[in-house]
């Protein structure tokens, strides 16, 4: 388990309904912060704040989509596959499987260069 992963922290990242909302939302295609905000039926901000700390803790990716006319803009998707908790003897221990890896994130970091 790494530090970003106790599960104190990431409870308490996951007992915030948007938060929750965001994840399912993105699980499946990346969607900008309004598009998000549309489908959570919150405000921008709210879903700008709850995604700075979805990013903190590595539950979603941004990547950023260039338009034609030299405008772009971000794009967020879940970077969850599974939370696990165990039940140990030292007590519970929560395991997170990403969907992105540090290859794919270098990839990405290039590829917006």
Known sequence: MDED??????????EDAVARSILVHARTESLSASAL???????????????ETLREHDL????????????????????VRRLTVD???????????????PADRFTRLIEEM
Do not use: M
């Open 5 to 14: 992963c106790d599960i104190e922290t990431i409870g308490g990242v996951l």
């Open 60 to 79: 979603v990716v941004a990547s950023t989509v260039p338009e034609r006319d030299g405008n772009h803009y971000k794009v967020y998707r879940t970077n």
């Open 37 to 51: 905000a549309d489908r959570c039926d919150v405000s921008t901000v709210t879903i700008y704040r709850r995604l």
């Open 87 to 101: 039940l140990t003897q030292e007590g519970f221990e929560l395991e997170i499987e990403r969907t992105d890896t």
